[in-house]
C-alpha cells in the first residue's frame, strides 16, 4: 500500500474551534446585525430599545449561565477564570438594566406577549444548559456567552452613547485566558465534545433571539 507523504493537517484546539463557532455564527454574523438594524437607519434606535429589553429578559437575572456554571463543582483550573467571569458579567447585568431604564418602554410591536414567552423558553433553555451535569457543558457556554458577548457589548455601547451615558469599561477575562482556560479544561475528547455542545446551544440560543429581533423589527416597518 503506497501512503501519502503529505503532512497531515494540525488539528484544531478547542480555543480555535469556539472562536470560529463565535466568528461564524454568533451575534456579529447574524444578518439583522450585519445589515446595520441596530446601528444605522432611522428605526435603529427603536431596534436597539427593542434588542436591550429582550437582552435583559435572556441575561438580565441572577443566577445566570456563568454564575450556574460556577456553581457546578468547578475545578481549580476553571475555578479563577469562573470568579473573574461572573463577577464581570454581574457589572455587565448591571449596566445592561441601567440602559434599559434609560431606553424607555419596548417598543410597541405585535405578539408582545408571544415573543416574551419565547424569549422566557430560551431562558429556561439556558439554565438548563449551564446547571448540565455532563462535564464540559457548563463550561462551554460560559465561555462561548463571554465570546459572543464582546459584539453584544458594542449594541450596548451604542447605545448608551445615544443616551449620553458613559459606557464603562468591561472586566470580561482577556481573550489569552479564555483560550488558556479552554485548552486546559478539554484535556480529554469526551469534554471537549462536551465545551463544543455547551457552545453552540448557547450561540444557537444568541441566533433564536437576533431572529426574533429580526421579525419585530420587520412588523414594526410593515406594521
Same mark, same amino acid.
Given at each position: 500500500?503506497? =501512503?501519502?507523504?503529505?503532512?497531515?493537517?494540525?488539528?484544531?484546539?478547542?480555543?480555535?474551534?469556539?472562536?470560529?463557532?463565535?466568528?461564524?455564527?454568533?451575534?456579529?454574523?447574524?444578518?439583522?446585525?450585519?445589515?446595520?438594524?441596530?446601528?444605522?437607519?432611522? =428605526?435603529?434606535? *427603536?431596534?436597539?430599545?427593542?434588542?436591550?429589553?429582550?437582552?435583559?429578559?435572556?441575561?438580565?437575572?441572577? !443566577?445566570?449561565?456563568?454564575?450556574?456554571?460556577?456553581? $457546578? %463543582?468547578?475545578?481549580?483550573?476553571? #475555578?479563577?477564570?469562573?470568579?473573574?467571569?461572573?463577577?464581570?458579567?454581574?457589572?455587565?447585568?448591571?449596566?445592561?438594566? $441601567?440602559?434599559?431604564?434609560?431606553?424607555?418602554?419596548?417598543?410597541?410591536?405585535? %405578539?408582545?406577549?408571544?415573543?416574551?414567552?419565547?424569549?422566557?423558553?430560551? #431562558? $429556561?433553555?439556558?439554565?438548563?444548559?449551564?446547571?448540565?451535569?455532563?462535564?464540559?457543558?457548563?463550561?462551554?457556554?460560559?465561555?462561548?456567552?463571554?465570546?459572543?458577548?464582546?459584539?453584544? *457589548?458594542?449594541?450596548?455601547?451604542?447605545?448608551?452613547?445615544?443616551?449620553?451615558?458613559? !459606557?464603562?469599561?468591561?472586566?470580561?477575562?482577556?481573550?489569552?485566558?479564555?483560550?488558556?482556560?479552554?485548552?486546559?479544561?478539554?484535556?480529554?475528547?469526551?469534554?471537549?465534545?462536551?465545551?463544543?455542545?455547551?457552545?453552540? =446551544?448557547?450561540?444557537?440560543?444568541?441566533?433564536?433571539?437576533?431572529?426574533?429581533?429580526?421579525? *419585530?423589527?420587520?412588523? #414594526?416597518?410593515?406594521?
Amino acid at each position: 500500500m503506497i =501512503q501519502s507523504t503529505q503532512p497531515l493537517p494540525p488539528s484544531r484546539g478547542i480555543a480555535e474551534m469556539l472562536d470560529t463557532l463565535v466568528a461564524h455564527d454568533g451575534t456579529g454574523a447574524h444578518p439583522h446585525v450585519r445589515a446595520g438594524e441596530l446601528s444605522n437607519g432611522p =428605526q435603529a434606535m *427603536r431596534n436597539l430599545a427593542d434588542a436591550v429589553h429582550f437582552l435583559c429578559l435572556l441575561h438580565g437575572r441572577h !443566577p445566570g449561565v456563568i454564575d450556574s456554571a460556577a456553581r $457546578k %463543582g468547578v475545578d481549580a483550573a476553571s #475555578r479563577a477564570w469562573m470568579e473573574q467571569a461572573a463577577d464581570a458579567f454581574a457589572e455587565e447585568r448591571a449596566f445592561l438594566s $441601567k440602559i434599559a431604564a434609560a431606553v424607555g418602554p419596548v417598543p410597541s410591536t405585535q %405578539g408582545q406577549a408571544e415573543c416574551e414567552a419565547a424569549v422566557a423558553a430560551q #431562558r $429556561k433553555a439556558l439554565d438548563m444548559l449551564a446547571e448540565s451535569d455532563r462535564h464540559g457543558c457548563a463550561v462551554g457556554a460560559a465561555i462561548a456567552l463571554t465570546l459572543d458577548w464582546r459584539t453584544i *457589548r458594542v449594541l450596548l455601547d451604542i447605545s448608551a452613547e445615544r443616551l449620553d451615558m458613559t !459606557p464603562q469599561r468591561s472586566t470580561l477575562p482577556d481573550l489569552r485566558d479564555t483560550a488558556r482556560l479552554a485548552s486546559t479544561v478539554a484535556d480529554r475528547p469526551a469534554i471537549e465534545r462536551a465545551m463544543m455542545f455547551g457552545a453552540q =446551544q448557547l450561540i444557537a440560543q444568541h441566533n433564536g433571539l437576533w431572529d426574533l429581533m429580526a421579525a *419585530r423589527a420587520a412588523a #414594526r416597518a410593515h406594521g
